[in-house]
């Protein structure tokens, strides 16, 4: 199968570590051009000079604390360079915790970041997908949309959030060649679950390396994913072989999801 993506600009975000950094990389070894975006410009130069040699690759500098400032950013980069036909929107996840005893503002800042900064971002991109008859939005979220995760309160609601939003935006967008898809990550080693794991060691009472494997055997896959594994799928949903592949859910989580 041919994932070519030659002459594809791709929109990578939260592209310095973990599954960002792992799907800018793959896309631009299919030969997009890649941009990469986060808030730590010297992070940002680091992956940048990970990505081919052979491609116009860039990044910009934001904050997905300010969504008015993201979507400024993003529009000012398209104006001087080129428009996006593909968007990845990825941020980190909400801190982990019960839902009864988050406050307001976990909720407010997990929205902002998280389903804010998406809209703005798909305004800012959707107009030249609709010009090129080309477009492909891919949220990264969590399986938590199909199964709220205990202890994760703020970020199973935000994500189910994200989830019907994706799923709204898909069939408005899907008869100008755009397609809108989430892949829900399971255990993965990424910083963020190395501090989940300590969380949950820490309430129950147990090592770190005692909680890791007890996670890992809620997998059927005995393991957790590389990032990698998951940028794979993403890189797919990103190519013209998903053209028919549109408002979906992806779980990558070695069969740990029960619900079909």
């Given at each position: 199968m041919n994932l070519n993506l030659n002459n594809k600009n791709a929109l990578v975000c939260g592209s310095t570590q973990g599954i960002g950094k792992a799907t800018a990389i793959a896309l631009a070894q299919e030969?997009?051009?890649?941009?990469?975006?986060?808030?730590?410009?010297?992070?940002?130069?680091?992956?940048?000079?990970e990505l081919p040699k052979n491609k116009n690759h860039r990044f910009i500098v934001a904050d997905f604390s300010d969504p008015r400032d993201l979507q400024e950013k993003v529009i000012k980069f398209t104006n001087n360079n080129h428009g996006f036909h593909i968007l990845i929107n990825n941020?980190?996840?909400?801190?982990?915790?019960?839902?009864?005893?988050?406050?307001?503002?976990?909720?407010?800042?997990?929205?902002?970041?998280?389903?804010?900064?998406?809209?703005?971002?798909?305004q800012?991109?959707?107009?030249?997908?609709?010009?090129?008859?080309?477009?492909?939005?891919?949220?990264?979220?969590?399986?938590?949309?199909?199964?709220?995760?205990?202890?994760?309160?703020?970020?199973?609601?935000?994500?189910g959030a994200v989830g019907n939003w994706s799923k709204t935006l898909a069939t408005e967008v899907g008869s100008f060649g755009i397609t809108v898809n989430n892949v829900l990550p399971g255990f993965t080693e990424t910083e963020r679950l190395a501090d989940i794991i300590k969380v949950k060691a820490n309430g129950a009472d147990i090592s770190v390396e005692e909680m890791t494997e007890i996670m890992k055997n809620h997998t059927p896959a005995k393991r957790f994913a590389k990032p990698e594994e998951t940028a794979n799928v993403i890189t797919f949903l990103a190519s013209e072989a998903a053209s028919y592949v549109n408002g979906i859910n992806v779980p990558v989580d070695g069969g740990r999801t029960k619900s079909l």
């Open positions: 030969g997009a051009n890649v941009t990469l975006v986060a808030r730590n410009r010297e992070k940002l130069k680091a992956v940048l000079e941020t980190g996840g909400p801190r982990s915790g019960n839902i009864l005893t988050a406050s307001l503002e976990e909720f407010e800042n997990a929205f902002i970041q998280h389903l804010k900064c998406n809209h703005v971002l798909a800012a991109t959707i107009p030249f997908m609709k010009e090129e008859g080309f477009g492909r939005i891919i949220n990264i979220i969590s399986t938590s949309v199909k199964e709220p995760i205990p202890g994760l309160g703020v970020s199973n609601t935000i994500r």
